[in-house]
């Protein structure tokens, strides 16, 4: 039987190569996002086109080289999400078409929500893999979902998902994936960073929800991590330009703990459902370097959740009863 229901899980997204000239292409469509961006305009597209767009491409392009898999591949982020695809496709059966898509870059929302009307799909359930809600993410998909249906005569049901930071299987399974990383080292580690994506200061206080909704899931893993709660610690990395970002900053916290004498840190990063350039480099790369550098010994990441089974069930489960009921 052909589905009428279509999933759409969506990401963030990457350049299509590890080149300034992708990467360029990419950070154009990123950083015009009024959600991601709440200049005025025209003092905004002055300094992204007179200053950033000049000079980060070539800098991003060599930090994603760092990460990118062999030539003619696509960037981990858009394979693990791939990858998420196919196993949640098998978890819900043939009676939904699962398909991926990036709010920025390639593949586009709008290609997909083709794809879905070219198969006679006109049941349509977002599913934006941001465990906590942040108008910059969550609700720039919403944006883009909708503009890209704008001039559609025959619109499809659509129905989002907003969060899960809270999730009973998804605390589960980052508590489980604490566990599994430090039974791998062999070593105890002196603190466990949990660290999310930062947001400005400024968007919290305008009501965005985000901070509330990691402090939630700093204090679920806590609780789910038992005798090492007292280790857990939450941060916020990914800050760029002038103002004042969500605290404390990861790099500062690593480098009080090497100060204080603790030399053995693992890092978890709750808030990205894929591994991508912030927890690959940015993280396993940078700030391990960092953290040596301030005096540490040991520094490793914990994997994301990416395509473990664990996390496709808990994704499927949560399209299935969410997004899905009464479709299927």
Known sequence: MTPKTGLLLVNLGSPDAPTPKAVRRYLFQFLHDHRVIELTRWI???????IILRVR?????KAYAKIWGAKGREAPLIEITRAQATKIQKRLGQNVSVNVAMRYGNPSIPAAMDVFAAAGIDRIAVLPLYPQYAAATTASVYDDVF?????KRDMPALRFLRNYYEEPAYIAALADSISAQIDRQGW???AIIASFHGLPVEMVEKGDPYKDECQKTAERLGEALGARADKLILTFQSRFGPKEWL??????????LAGEGKTKIICITP????????TLEEIAIEARDDFISAGGTHFEMVPCLNAQDDHCDLLADIARRELLSGWE
């Open 44 to 50: 905004w597209c002055f300094i992204l086109h007179g």
């Open 57 to 61: 491409p070539a800098r991003s392009a």
């Open 147 to 151: 503009k890209a249906l704008k001039k």
């Open 188 to 190: 105890e580690p002196d």
């Open 247 to 256: 605290q404390p900053y990861t790099d500062k916290t690593l480098e009080k």
């Open 271 to 278: 808030g990205f459902a894929a591994d991508c350039l912030e």
